[in-house]
């Protein structure tokens, strides 16, 4: 199935390039905010799996272009993002693990505008990942049992400022610097995370095609990497890193269009940059 939340955060299903209201599954869940919304539904999961089919059957929905479309994972507990990994010709074997905390409130749907902030970066670069959602606790994982952990599959941009002090957490969490969907695929609509086909589009030129095969390390090695360190909850999202062959400054107007095999409809986004800045590319 194919979650997203739209408009005022209400529960959808979506089909080819439509959404379909399916928000009454939860009307009898004591539900406080969109985040809970979507941990209940995966604490629950084989039951309100049958109720949204039930709801949505015979409906045709609204088309994706109607709508607001909200981030499909709200606001993860924690949002833990890989640097690199992926295999190219600069980092042709494994390096050292490396991963970061990414900002929740940088979260930003389908159709959403990026605000480059006025603050001295070098250059803006946006990076079209591969995120995971969990499905239940999961810590100190084993390789031969994490990707029993996993609820599903999402589109994701990390979008980054350059030559900032502070590391990746500040260079990385500005508002709206985490696009995502439109959609959460379940894992048993996805198959092997491994052996995705993922392109970006920028302003309708081809930069990035790449296959998640390339990673340096599988799912099951990262997830074991990462709960080795801290422990994940249901709801929480890890984005898989990025193939860094073709990053080329983002600017002002910029249009992005991020698409996974088996993910849904693309990840279509705009950015806005007050400053008007622009690099050479």
Request: hydrophobic residues 40%.
């Amino acid at each position: 199935m194919q979650l997203a939340f739209y408009d005022d955060y209400t529960l959808g299903l979506i089909r080819q390039d439509r959404i379909i209201d399916v928000s009454t599954v939860m009307k009898e869940a004591r539900v406080y905010s969109p985040q809970h919304v979507l941990e209940t539904l995966i604490a629950r999961w084989p039951f309100f799996s049958l109720r949204i089919a039930e709801e949505a059957a015979g409906k045709e929905g609204l088309p994706l272009e109607r709508v607001v479309m909200r981030p499909p994972v709200p606001r993860p507990g924690q949002l833990v993002c890989l640097a690199g990994n992926y295999l190219e010709p600069a980092h042709p074997t494994k390096e050292t693990f490396n991963a970061f905390i990414k900002s929740n409130t940088s979260l930003t749907g389908h159709g959403g505008v990026v605000e480059l902030p006025s603050t001295e970066a070098s250059v803006f670069h946006f990076e079209p990942e591969l995120a995971l959602v969990i499905g239940k606790r999961a810590s100190r994982l084993s390789p031969e049992n994490a990707m029993d952990h996993i609820f599903g599959y999402t589109q994701f941009i990390d979008a980054s400022a350059r030559g900032l002090p502070g590391g990746f957490f500040l260079g990385k969490s500005w508002h709206t610097f985490g696009p995502m969907g439109p959609a959460l695929v379940t894992a048993d609509a996805v198959g092997d995370p491994n052996a995705l086909h993922a392109k970006l589009w920028v302003n309708d030129t081809l930069k990035h095609d790449f296959s998640t095969s390339e990673m340096a390390r599988h799912i099951p090695e990262l997830l074991a990497e990462v709960t080795a360190v801290l422990t994940l909850e249901p709801g929480d999202v890890v984005s898989t890193g990025t193939h860094h062959y073709a990053l080329s400054p983002i600017q002002d107007g910029d249009k992005l269009c991020l698409g996974i095999e088996n993910l849904g409809p693309a990840l279509v986004i705009t950015c806005r940059d007050d400053r008007k800045r622009v690099w050479e590319r």
